[in-house]
């Protein structure tokens, strides 16, 4: 049973940081993609950052390229993500991912990913 669990969500001021984490644990089988979702309310989710587990290439969505940082550590089983010069429209619950992917897949596409984690939330007021 694969298991993701978040933390690291809270309220930050507009050009705050917060770093969210993602534990994985369970894994039959290794994914070779982890990834950063996010959902605001009345919206659809959307694809935030992935990463190659394998190859450690990394991918943004470009609204937030420059600020966020994605990142792994395949010791503890933990994903990263570090998060600059927050705004307001990064209001939303952020969501780990995993999955498994060939390159022809769309990393943002949330049907490609088979196992998700609960959410944090995270909230950059103005």
């Known amino acids: 049973q694969v298991q993701l669990v978040e933390s690291g969500g809270g309220s930050v001021q507009a050009g705050g940081s917060l770093r969210l984490s993602c534990a994985a644990s369970g894994y039959p089988v290794r994914r070779n993609y982890m990834a950063w979702f996010r959902q605001a309310p009345r919206k659809e989710r959307e694809g935030v950052a992935a990463i190659s587990t394998v190859s450690g290439r990394t991918s943004y969505a470009d609204s937030v390229k420059g600020r966020f940082t994605i990142s792994q550590d395949n010791a503890k089983n933990t994903l990263y993500l570090q998060m600059n010069s927050l705004n307001p429209e990064d209001t939303a619950m952020y969501y780990c991912?995993?999955?498994?992917?060939?390159?022809?897949?769309?990393?943002?596409?949330?049907?490609?990913?088979?196992?998700w984690g609960q959410g944090t939330q995270v909230t950059v007021s103005s």
């Open positions: 991912a995993a999955g498994t992917l060939n390159v022809l897949n769309d990393v943002f596409q949330p049907s490609q990913y088979n196992y």
